[in-house]
């Protein structure tokens, strides 16, 4: 098994590194950017809004705007879109706030160099770095992510064996009619549908519309605080829930049945178990493998990746929606740091999988396994 976890953990590198090629690649032949942004408010704006330069290059600036236009007859058409008439000086510097003024390659390489330290640099229109976002935005996505994993557990897996356990009855049926439509209704379409319902979108007033507490939230007693981030977090749980939950009642309710139909059931059965004895003390464990081994990668992502469209419409200031906006905002310090973490949690949680099956099971041997 060791030598199976130093395999995966070395195939790690070149997946991780292909992936970020990838992505950096598509980002340079993507229109816009922090340079283009930064143009346009200047356009828009004027010297105003370059005062991000600061001090003497806010004035320099200044200055060369206004010979923008007299030297705008000699100056050569620019690569940036909205850039005709702006002093090619001007530009230059723009770029070289933002590391553009070097090939893509030696940015790529430099960045890959820092990633590898997780030193992820500033963001480009905030001031922190990113990493200090990420630490202040992860409260918001741990609370989405603990307690909707939690819930959707809980409630998949009593579901799924009393399904298995019920196969082919009236419970069995409208339960499956109920999982059908909750898998058929994506996560985010079902928490527009509740905030139209309950939060003031068109019929009842019940839950708040955005954040996770109140304003006043310190001010409050210490039942009142659970009370009022339950309140501030049910429609958003309630979201994420609604698809996860059907997809893993199914998935327990047919691995309980390949157990049920096994042989070894029959022979226990034969023996004059009983049904909680046969079911509890035989099938759960091998029905249980392939749940719980999927638990970690399952957490991931829905700690990560599932939460995007829900922190976005419930305006959830989380690790979503810190990536959303930065796409948005062409900020691709956060976006490539956020990708490069997730990714690398990623492909972790996966070879944290396979261990678990093992520790459920310890018949299951990845030595054999190509990787």
């Given at each position: 098994?060791?030598?199976?976890?130093?395999?995966?953990?070395l195939?790690?590198?070149?997946?991780?590194?292909?992936?970020?090629?990838?992505?950096?690649a598509?980002?340079?032949v993507?229109?816009?950017?922090?340079v283009?942004r930064?143009i346009?408010?200047?356009?828009?704006?004027?010297?105003?809004?370059?005062?991000?330069f600061g001090?003497?290059?806010?004035?320099?600036?200044?200055?060369?705007?206004?010979?923008?236009?007299?030297?705008a007859?000699?100056?050569?058409?620019?690569?940036?879109?909205?850039?005709?008439?702006?002093d090619?000086?001007?530009?230059?510097?723009?770029?070289?706030?933002?590391?553009?003024?070097?090939?893509?390659?030696?940015?790529?390489v430099?960045?890959?160099?820092?990633?590898?330290?997780?030193?992820?640099?500033?963001?480009?229109?905030?001031?922190?770095?990113?990493?200090?976002?990420?630490?202040?935005?992860?409260?918001?996505?741990i609370?989405?992510?603990?307690?909707?994993?939690?819930?959707?557990?809980?409630?998949?897996?009593?579901?799924?064996?009393?399904?298995?356990?019920?196969?082919?009855?009236?419970?069995?049926?409208?339960?499956?009619?109920a999982?059908?439509?909750?898998n058929?209704?994506?996560?985010?379409?079902?928490?527009?549908l509740?905030?139209?319902?309950?939060?003031?979108?068109?019929?009842?007033?019940?839950?708040?519309?955005?954040?996770?507490?109140?304003?006043?939230?310190?001010?409050?007693?210490?039942?009142?605080?659970?009370?009022d981030?339950?309140?501030?977090?049910a429609?958003?749980?309630?979201?994420?829930?609604?698809?996860?939950?059907?997809?893993?009642?199914?998935?327990?309710?047919?691995?309980?049945?390949?157990?049920?139909?096994?042989?070894?059931?029959?022979?226990?059965?034969a023996?004059g178990?009983?049904?909680?004895?046969?079911?509890?003390?035989h099938?759960?464990?091998?029905?249980?493998?392939?749940?719980?081994?999927?638990?970690?990668?399952?957490?991931?992502?829905?700690f990560?990746?599932?939460?995007?469209?829900?922190?976005?419409?419930?305006?959830?200031?989380?690790?979503?929606?810190?990536?959303?906006?930065?796409?948005?905002?062409?900020?691709?310090?956060i976006?490539?740091?956020?990708?490069?973490m997730?990714?690398?949690?990623?492909?972790?949680?996966?070879?944290?999988?396979?261990?678990?099956y093992?520790?459920?099971?310890?018949?299951?041997?990845?030595e054999?396994?190509?990787?």
């Open positions: 098994m060791l030598a199976y976890i130093i395999r995966r953990l195939l790690v590198i070149p997946t991780l590194f292909g992936i970020m090629v990838v992505n950096f598509i980002i340079q993507a229109p816009g950017g922090p283009e930064i346009a408010e200047i356009q828009g704006r004027g010297v105003e809004a370059t005062a991000r001090g003497q290059a806010g004035s320099e600036v200044g200055q060369q705007q206004q010979q923008q236009q007299r030297r007859g000699r100056a050569e058409p620019s690569k940036y879109r909205g850039a005709q008439g702006l090619p000086e001007l530009i230059k510097q723009i770029e070289k706030e933002f590391g553009f003024d070097k090939p893509a390659h030696e940015r790529f430099h960045m890959m160099k820092s990633y590898i330290t997780f030193d992820f640099g500033k963001s480009y229109f905030r001031d922190q770095t990113v990493i200090e976002l990420m630490i202040d935005k992860l409260p918001v996505s609370s989405l992510g603990i307690w909707s994993t939690l819930l959707i557990y809980l409630i998949s897996i009593p579901l799924g064996v009393a399904k298995a356990v019920r196969d082919g009855s009236r419970f069995d049926i409208w339960s499956s009619g999982v059908i439509i909750g058929a209704i994506p996560g985010f379409l079902f928490a527009i509740l905030i139209v319902v309950f939060a003031g979108g068109r019929y009842l007033d019940w839950f708040p519309l955005r954040g996770i507490v109140s304003e006043n939230w310190r001010e409050l007693s210490f039942p009142m605080l659970v009370l981030y339950i309140w501030h977090m429609l958003p749980i309630v979201s994420m829930v609604i698809g996860g939950f059907a997809g893993l009642t199914m998935l327990t309710k047919n691995s309980f049945l390949d157990q049920i139909n096994m042989q070894y059931v029959t022979t226990a059965r023996l178990l009983t049904q909680r004895r046969v079911l509890y003390g099938v759960f464990r091998n029905g249980m493998l392939i749940v719980i081994a999927g638990f970690p990668a399952a957490f991931i992502g829905m990560f990746t599932g939460s995007l469209l829900i922190e976005v419409i419930f305006s959830l200031d989380g690790l979503g929606l810190l990536g959303f906006e930065a796409v948005i905002d062409r900020d691709y310090q976006v490539f740091a956020t990708l490069y997730f990714t690398l949690l990623g492909l972790v949680m996966q070879i944290i999988s396979d261990i678990t093992t520790i459920i099971d310890p018949r299951i041997d990845f054999t396994r190509e990787v």
